[in-house]
């Protein structure tokens, strides 16, 4: 395991407001970024284009490639700066609608996985984008196939629903993505080599109830009190999205930042609810669970650990967006080759 995951020292930070203006629709002033220029070797452009979940696997394709030894130990490298370890715990995820105190609860054990410090970013998506990622079919489930031609720009161009021109605005380049429903989440998490968090992950990276001898349950990810300088929802003020790397003091333990606010993220757990009866909530669009609130999140409440909503696969909304996972195996199993080759 790459030990920095879990025990990075955190600067102390002070949350700097970005205000920015909401771009949900076309505008005059758009300024669309500009094509990277990327290596022609395949290993290469995969470490350029942030895809080092692919390395680590240690793919066939990748093992045969002449600089696949010092292109994995940068792939780890990378893995080792934005994403952190969180450990094995139990999650209590509500069952029925009302969630009230007393209510029936699903119970979960967690094993350790890996999670990234940031949600993705425009410029990190971009690439994803101009990898022609929307016509590998590879990518997508089959039966989503006729939905493809849905998933447009405000210009008719693949990509999230408010680039234009198959760009996203390059001032936003370090905001997160949005307007993406599950599908092209899933996909772009498969892409770089990752996967979406499930649900139960996802609560438990940001309660903390990890195994000790202590029990502690976080309202949010800092503790349980609500503190509108640490998140960036509707009290916050801010109205917008803000870069990803902004407010460091509402961090989780290990690192993990805005898992309360900023934008709703995706999960991989179909979000399943129950009725007084026990009788199963059943609409008519298939529904992922989506965490941690966003900007205009006006409820505190709505913003909290182990607050439960779901969204429409399809929906592509203008303040949820996604945060990739991998498993702990991936970066073990690397190590390990790693290790076997240098003895």
């Known amino acids: 395991m790459v030990l920095k995951m879990f025990t990075r020292k955190q600067t102390p930070a002070q949350p700097r407001l970005a205000v920015q203006r909401r771009m949900t629709g076309r505008h005059k002033d758009y300024v669309p970024a500009e094509p990277r220029t990327l290596d022609q070797d395949p290993l290469k452009r995969v470490l350029q284009q942030g895809r080092c979940g692919l390395l680590v696997r240690g793919d066939e394709q990748w ?140 609560q438990m990276a940001a309660s903390w109830r990890i195994r000790s001898s202590a029990y502690v349950l976080r309202r949010y990810p800092w503790g349980d009190a609500m503190d509108a300088s640490r998140c960036n929802i509707w009290m916050s003020g801010v109205g917008t999205t803000v870069p990803v790397h902004e407010y460091e003091n509402g961090a989780a333990p290990n690192g993990v930042l805005h898992l309360c606010g900023n934008v709703w993220e995706w999960t991989d757990s179909d979000y399943c609810v129950y009725d007084e009866e026990g009788r199963p909530v059943v609409g008519d669009m298939l ?22 909503t779901g969204l429409a696969c399809l929906m592509r909304t203008h303040n949820v967006g996604i945060r990739c996972a991998l498993d702990c195996s991936a970066v073990d199993d690397q190590n390990g080759g790693e290790q076997g080759s240098e003895q």
């Open 63 to 202: 093992r045969n490639h002449p600089q696949f030894a010092s292109g994995s130990k940068t792939a780890l490298r990378k893995i080792d700066e934005t994403f952190a370890l969180v450990p094995e715990g139990f999650v209590s995820l509500p069952q029925t609608v009302t969630d009230a105190p007393g209510s029936p609860e699903m119970d979960f054990e967690t094993d350790p996985f890996l999670m990234a410090r940031c949600a993705t970013t425009n410029a990190e998506f971009q690439l994803f984008v101009d990898d022609n990622a929307y016509e590998n079919l590879e990518l997508w489930p089959k039966d989503i196939w006729p939905h493809l031609i849905d998933f447009k720009d405000l210009t008719g161009l693949p990509g999230p629903r408010y680039w234009e021109h198959g760009r996203h605005d390059r001032r936003l380049a370090d905001h997160p993505v949005v307007g993406i429903c599950y599908y092209e989440a899933a996909a772009y998490a498969a892409w770089a080599g990752y996967r979406l968090p499930t649900e139960a992950e996802w």
């Open 287 to 308: 529904m992922k669970s989506i965490r941690g609130g966003s900007f205009d999140t006006y409820f505190a409440c709505q913003a909290t650990s182990f607050f439960r």
